[in-house]
C-alpha cells in the first residue's frame, strides 16, 4: 500500500472516472427529464438575456447557465457527452476527496494511503448520488462540491495561499460555486472554522489565525453581499430559486429531523429500508416531537461528548470529528427544504456534497479499529452500497425507456383539446414529466427530447407517481360528462405542479380526488376533444 502513496492525482482521476462510467452505463442516456427540458425552452425562447443574466431565471446562477447552454449548443441531446462530463465531475470529486484525506493522513502520521482511497471510492459508489450523476440539471452541485474540496484542499497545503495568483484562483472558486448554487453560502463558515481548528493544532497564534480569517474569509463575505444586491435588484428578493421564505423558513423541529434523518440516510442507506421504517424517521417531527427532541439532544450531547474526548486523543480521531461538524455544516443550505423519504432518488442531489465529509468521517474513524475490523467494516459497507447503487441506477434506467417510449409515441397528430387524464410525473422518485405549471413538462419533452410539436392543445388533468414499469390507470365514464381515473395498482399516488394533489377546478372541469383514484366533471367538452392517458409506458387514447 505504500506504493499507492506517489499515485499521481490524474491517475487516480483516470481510475475513478473509469468505475463511475462503468458503474453508471446502464443509465448512460438516462437524465434528460422535466427541469432539463425547461432550461432547454429558456437557452431557446430566452436566449436575448443570455446566460450572464440566467436566462430571465428565477435564481443568480450565470455559472450553471452558462456551462449549461453552452455543452447543449455544442453536443445537443447526444447522450454520450453529457454522460461522459457528468461521470468525470463525478469522479473529480471522488478524487478531490482522495487528496484531502491523504493529505489529513499523512499530517496524523499514517502512511496508508488506503485509508484516503477507500474514502474515494466509497464516495463514487455511494447509492444515492445518482440524482447528481444521471439527471442532466445537476452541474452546479458538481461544481459546489468540487469548488469546496479544492478551497480546503489548499488550506490543508503546508504552505498557505499567499500570492496574489493563489487568493485569486481561490476565490475564483468559491465564485463559481456561489454563481452556481445556494450551497456556496455556508463555505465562509465551513473554512473558517476549519482555519480555527489548524490554528489550534499547529499552535498558532490568535494574530496569525486572525490573519488567515482575513484573507480567506472576508472577501468571500464582500462577495456573498455583491450577490445579495445582485438578488435583490433582479429578482426583488433577498434569495432566488426557492425564494426567502423557503432558503430562510426556521422550523426546529423539521431541522432537527432533517438533520437526523440525512445522518442515517447517507451512513445507513436508510432510504432503502421498509416504507414503514422510513416513512417514521421522515415524519417524526409531525408524529412524535417529543421523543425528536430528546433523540437530538441526546445525539449533540454524544457529538459534544466525542469531540471533547478527540481532544485528548490522537490527531485522526479528531479529524474524524472534524468531518462530522463539517457533514452537518454543509446541510445548512439544505435543511429547511422537503425531505423526501417516499420511493427513492428524489431530492437526493440536496446531500450530495455533505455526503463527501460523512464519507470522509467513516474511513478516518474506521481507521482507529484494528486492522482487520477496519477494512471488513468498510468492505461491507462499500459492497452494500454497491449493491444499492446498481439497483437505484437500474431504476433510473427503467424510468427512461418509459419516458422515451411516451416520447416517441405521444399521437402527435392528433387536433382539438387534449385532456392528459393521467401520465407519469416521476418514477420511483426522479422526475419524468413534471412541470410546475400543469402541462409544460410533457410540452416541452415533447418538443425538445422528441423534436415534435403537438397540434392539439395540452391540458393536463392528473399526473401519478410510478413505481413500477407496468404501471397506468384505467378511465371510466360514471355519468355522462363525468369520468374516473382509477390507478389499476397498489402503491401510487397523485402529483399536480410537483406537489401533492388537491381539489381544483377550471373554467372547464373540476377534479375531486378519492381513495386511489379522482373523479373529473366536464362543464362541457369541446368538440373534437381526446381523452389521453398512459398504461403500462403506453398511451391510451379515448374520444368522448
Avoid at 461544481?143 to 497545503?157: D, P, Y
Avoid at 459534544?304 to 457533514?327: E, T
Wanted: with cysteine; proline share 4%.
Amino acid at each position: 500500500m505504500n506504493r499507492a502513496l506517489h499515485l499521481s492525482w490524474w491517475v487516480v482521476w483516470g481510475a475513478f472516472t473509469a468505475i463511475t462510467l462503468w458503474l453508471y452505463a446502464p443509465a448512460a442516456d438516462a437524465g434528460f427529464t422535466s427541469d432539463f427540458t425547461a432550461h432547454v425552452e429558456m437557452f431557446t425562447t430566452h436566449a436575448d438575456l443570455g446566460w450572464w443574466n440566467s436566462y430571465g431565471w428565477r435564481g443568480n446562477q450565470p455559472v450553471l447557465f452558462g456551462a449549461m447552454s453552452a455543452w447543449y449548443h455544442w453536443f445537443g441531446l447526444q447522450p454520450l457527452p453529457w454522460f461522459v462530463l457528468f461521470g468525470v465531475l463525478h469522479a473529480l470529486n471522488g478524487t478531490l476527496l482522495y487528496l484531502l484525506l491523504k493529505r489529513l493522513t499523512l499530517a496524523s502520521g499514517s502512511q496508508n494511503a488506503g485509508v484516503a482511497l477507500a474514502g474515494g471510492l466509497l464516495f463514487l459508489v455511494h447509492p444515492y448520488h445518482g440524482d447528481v450523476v444521471i439527471w442532466k440539471v445537476c452541474l452546479h452541485y458538481l461544481f459546489s462540491t468540487a469548488s469546496l474540496l479544492g478551497m480546503l484542499l489548499l488550506l490543508f497545503r503546508p504552505r498557505p495561499v499567499s500570492t496574489v495568483a493563489e487568493r485569486v484562483f481561490f476565490h475564483g472558486l468559491f465564485a463559481v460555486a456561489l454563481f452556481s448554487l445556494e450551497l456556496a453560502l455556508i463555505f465562509p463558515l465551513i473554512l473558517g472554522i476549519t482555519i480555527w481548528w489548524q490554528a489550534r493544532e499547529q499552535g498558532q497564534g490568535r494574530r496569525q489565525m486572525a490573519g488567515r480569517m482575513a484573507v480567506v474569509v472576508l472577501p468571500q463575505l464582500a462577495l456573498i453581499g455583491v450577490w445579495l444586491m445582485m438578488n435583490r435588484i433582479r429578482l426583488s428578493s433577498w434569495v432566488g430559486h426557492y425564494g426567502t421564505d423557503v432558503h430562510m423558513r426556521v422550523a426546529p423541529d423539521e431541522i432537527l429531523s432533517h438533520a437526523i434523518n440525512y445522518f442515517l440516510k447517507y451512513l445507513v442507506f436508510t432510504r432503502d429500508w421498509p416504507d414503514a421504517m422510513k416513512g417514521f424517521l421522515g415524519e417524526w417531527h409531525f408524529r412524535d416531537p417529543v421523543s425528536l427532541y430528546a433523540a437530538s439532544l441526546a445525539g449533540l450531547l454524544g457529538l459534544v461528548f466525542l469531540i471533547r474526548i478527540s481532544l485528548g486523543k490522537g490527531l485522526r480521531m479528531r479529524q474524524g470529528m472534524w468531518a462530522v461538524v463539517m457533514f452537518f455544516l454543509a446541510l445548512g443550505p439544505v435543511i429547511t427544504l422537503y425531505f423526501a423519504w417516499l420511493g427513492h432518488h428524489e431530492n437526493d442531489r440536496y446531500g450530495y456534497l455533505a455526503s463527501a465529509f460523512l464519507t470522509g468521517a467513516l474511513v478516518l474513524l474506521a481507521s482507529l479499529l484494528p486492522r482487520p475490523v477496519h477494512w471488513g467494516v468498510l468492505a461491507l459497507w462499500g459492497m452494500v452500497a454497491t449493491g444499492l447503487a446498481v439497483e437505484n441506477i437500474d431504476r433510473w434506467r427503467q424510468g427512461w425507456r418509459v419516458y422515451d417510449r411516451l416520447v416517441d409515441t405521444f399521437p402527435h397528430d392528433l387536433e382539438g383539446d387534449l385532456y392528459v387524464l393521467g401520465m407519469p410525473d416521476s418514477y420511483d422518485g426522479f422526475m419524468l414529466f413534471r412541470g410546475f405549471t400543469p402541462g409544460e413538462g410533457l410540452r416541452d419533452a415533447l418538443r425538445w427530447v422528441g423534436g415534435r410539436e403537438v397540434k392539439g392543445r395540452l391540458h393536463e388533468v392528473g399526473a401519478f407517481v410510478m413505481r413500477k414499469p407496468d404501471d397506468g390507470v384505467q378511465v371510466t365514464m360514471v355519468a355522462p360528462g363525468q369520468w374516473q381515473v382509477a390507478f389499476q395498482q397498489w402503491g401510487n399516488w397523485w402529483v399536480r405542479a410537483g406537489l401533492g394533489a388537491r381539489d381544483f377546478r377550471t373554467t372547464d372541469y373540476t377534479v375531486t380526488y378519492g381513495e386511489g383514484s379522482y373523479t373529473v366533471r366536464f362543464e362541457r367538452i369541446p368538440a373534437g376533444s381526446h381523452f389521453i392517458y398512459s398504461q403500462g409506458g403506453k398511451w391510451m387514447v379515448l374520444s368522448p
